[in-house]
């Protein structure tokens, strides 16, 4: 009878773009969205700390690094530049860490997700674009070098942590 049913899944609410080819494309449609904004990590902690500028900022991660206990950290950068500079001074002071960002192809994308997982490196710095789906266990430490953009943002962001019952530390510079 020529009738048919359009299904469309994204993991984001999405931006002005998305709403606009929903209503054109999908007819009276259902929503179901899973966890939204309000539902943030029940073992996420969260602490601001303030900086004057990014060599401050450089200087907490060091002492963060340092000084807290974790077994997985994340430190997001809003720039590919912050995150590249931000991880050439983490290895230069001997930590195992990858730079993840929008330049990186699949292929060191998979590495970096991969050596995270299995330990052989504890520190993941990375943008926001490079973040997306990322799913690691035992990540307990995610630190925003940079604020982000927007409040989906943030929520992304220290959703990484504090999964499945874990505790977890968000700090914002």
């Known amino acids: 009878n020529g ?3 359009t299904l469309l899944f994204s993991a984001t609410s999405g931006g002005a773009g998305l709403r606009e080819m929903v209503s054109k494309v999908l007819k009276d449609p259902t929503h179901l969205q899973l966890n939204s904004v309000s539902q ?3 073992g996420t902690r969260q602490q601001i700390i303030t900086a004057d500028h990014n060599y401050h900022k450089e200087l907490l991660v060091d002492w963060l ?3 807290e206990t974790y077994d997985k950290a994340i ?9 590249d500079r931000l991880y050439g001074k983490l290895v230069a002071r001997d930590y195992k860490a990858f730079v993840l960002h929008g330049e990186k192809d699949q292929k060191d994308r998979k590495l970096a997700i991969d050596r995270l997982r299995q ?4 520190i993941l710095v990375a943008t926001d674009v490079a973040a997306r789906g990322l799913d690691v266990d035992g990540l307990d430490l995610v630190i925003n070098f940079d604020m982000p953009r927007s409040g989906d943002e943030y929520v992304h962001r ?3 942590t504090g999964r499945a019952g874990g505790e977890g530390l968000a700090i914002s510079l």
């Open 3 to 5: 009738e048919h049913q």
């Open 40 to 42: 943030l990590n029940e």
């Open 65 to 67: 690094l340092a000084n």
């Open 75 to 83: 430190i997001f950068t809003n720039t590919r530049v912050q995150a």
């Open 119 to 122: 330990g052989a490196v504890k």
């Open 158 to 160: 220290i959703g990484r």
